[in-house]
């Protein structure tokens, strides 16, 4: 019985003190797991890439070199959600580094962005996939978006242009240009591919290009008074001299006008089909303009009167079977 007795003090010390014992043992886990003071993440250390065409919310997206890349479009920002996590060519997002995602630009490069609207412009490192909201042409971090003067807004109209390849190590170094040693494999695109971005084209009766003679009576307005302005020129393969994190004030023609280009045409008549099929939708144009002298047809929607205005389009050429659509500014 006494033997028993102990074991049962013995066994009740232990039941008091263990539960102690094991808070203390947390408590020191807990101060040697403490998380240091917050600061700069690593810069770097990623790979280089192109990637294979992909597919999100059923829009294909064809990855590819282009040194001549010069598009505008509707920037959006991405910051806290994927602070610190990978990026799609490995390296680690800093929210508060000058850095963007692309939807189809080889990683790492460099480009300049351009707001549209105010005329802020910044050099970044591309450096993730993204954004894939439809109609968004690029995802700035939380810090190039406040040096563009849109985080609180939200987006902006903006122009991308590429500049060249950047180094695996971090940041934008000299900034020259090398995209002339940067093959990209040939991208083999299957058949049902090509079909989910082939724009439908319906029967349409013959189109005469011809200026039609004006009706009687007519007047001819005056040219309207346009003081002409100095647009910033596109990107060249010259070395950038720009601090990655400075903001340079660049002249622009105004804020631009928004449109949802349906696609872009070699034969007028097929232009002019999706004109017609996109009836409805607002006011649909033509435009003609010249590449390496051929001509090309261009179906837009618009003007629009906001971002809102040409989201809402977008989705309605979409719904029309345009999955390549996308929204400018012009």
Known sequence: MPVRTSQRVRGAVFALLAPLAFALLLAGCGTASKPSAPGPLKTGGGYYKVGNPYQIAGIWYYPREDDKYDATGIASWYGPQFHGKQTANGEIFDQN?????????????????????????????????????????????????????????GTAKVRVQYIGRAPLDGGIGDGRAVAETFIAPKV?????????????????????????????????????????????????????????????????????NLYVQAGSFQNLQN????????????????????????????????????????????????????????????
């Open 97 to 153: 580094a000058m850095t963007a995602a692309h939807p189809t630009l080889p990683m790492p490069t460099i480009a300049r962005v351009t707001n549209l609207e105010n005329g802020r412009s910044v050099i970044v490192r591309v450096n993730d996939r993204g954004p894939f909201a439809a109609g968004r042409e690029i995802d700035m971090s939380k810090r190039a978006a406040e040096e563009l003067g849109f985080m609180t807004k």
């Open 188 to 256: 083999e695109t299957q058949p049902d591919e090509r079909r989910a971005t082939a724009a439908p084209v319906a029967s349409v009766a013959a189109v005469s290009a011809s200026q039609l003679a004006p009706p009687a009576g007519a007047v001819s307005a005056p040219p309207p008074n346009v003081t002409p302005v100095q647009s910033e020129p596109a990107a060249t393969m010259e070395p950038v001299r720009d601090d990655p994190g400075a903001t340079r004030q660049v002249a622009v023609a105004g804020t631009g």
């Open 271 to 330: 232009a002019e089909a999706v004109r017609q099929q996109l009836a409805g939708l607002g006011p649909v144009e033509i435009q003609t303009t010249t590449v390496d002298g051929t001509p090309f047809y261009r179906v837009r929607v618009g003007p629009l009167s906001d971002v809102s205005a040409a989201d809402t389009s977008l989705q309605g050429v979409m719904q029309r079977g345009h999955n390549g659509a996308r929204i400018i500014v012009d």
